[in-house]
């Protein structure tokens, strides 16, 4: 089955750094990348996710890349804010309704 | 919009006792369900899912088991909890935006 790596698994910045997170997969067959955000005692929320025939996405100050060949893929987060403290996980299915697997997570501090 | 319902909110069961969570969704119809625990500070694990009434998968041995009797409704069971039981349970539904999720149970076995 699918094996997904995230690293770092905590990650401290300076308000207004940038902040990479990234994730390797194992199935070639995978073509579907989310991320998610989750504060503290809620649910994981969606921010970003990218498909396959596509290497890069962005959402304002957030970006996701992809390297189909490599198997890896990365979130950016550029101008954190501490707003953006929060726990990242990244994921990977083969297709957008089947079973997502979970990269452990990275635990984002955003410092003044 | 897909909504998906989760209850209780939070569970303290002792070692031993039954459990029975439950998780509905509206505003889609014979919807892929998911199974997810958050032990403490760690990552999601998938346990169940479902991809039809009466349809179970399981993704790791354990005590649990889960069960679809509605199209919308995923439950999920244990007839003797142990300790390492405790956690966040979530259920998840796929939608065009891609993944949600119910708002969690926070289980603590004492």
């Known amino acids: 089955g699918e094996n997904v790596e995230q690293h770092p698994s905590t990650l401290s910045v300076q308000e207004g750094d940038s902040a990479v997170i990234k994730c390797t997969y194992s199935?070639?067959?995978?073509?579907?990348f989310p991320w998610y955000k989750q504060e503290l005692g809620k649910r994981p929320q969606l921010i970003i996710d990218?498909?396959?025939?596509?290497g890069e996405k962005k959402d304002q100050r957030i970006a996701v890349t992809l390297n189909k060949t490599a198997k890896h893929f990365s979130l950016h987060i550029t101008e954190t804010q501490p707003e953006d403290s929060a726990v990242y996980f990244c994921?990977?299915?083969?297709?957008?309704?089947?079973?997502?697997?979970f990269g452990t997570g990275t635990r984002l501090q955003v410092t003044l | 919009s897909q909504t998906i319902h989760q209850w209780p909110a939070t569970l303290v069961q002792p070692v031993g006792s039954p459990l029975s969570l439950e998780c509905t969704v509206e505003?889609?119809?014979?919807?892929?369900l998911y199974w997810y625990r958050q032990a403490a500070g760690r990552g999601l694990q998938l346990l169940f899912y479902?991809?039809?009434?009466?349809?179970i998968s399981s993704e790791v041995p354990q005590n649990l088991s889960a069960s679809r009797p509605q199209d919308r409704q995923f439950i999920l069971s244990s007839k003797k909890l142990l300790l390492s039981d405790s956690g966040f349970y979530l259920c998840?539904?796929?939608?065009?935006?891609?993944?949600?999720f119910g708002s969690g149970t926070r289980l603590t076995v004492v």
């Open positions: 998840a539904a796929p939608s065009v935006y891609g993944y949600t």
């Open positions: 505003g889609t119809s014979n919807p892929n």
């Open positions: 199935d070639s067959a995978s073509n579907y």
């Open positions: 990218i498909r396959s025939n596509v």
């Open positions: 994921a990977a299915s083969t297709g957008t309704a089947s079973k997502l697997t």
């Open positions: 479902s991809v039809g009434i009466g349809q």
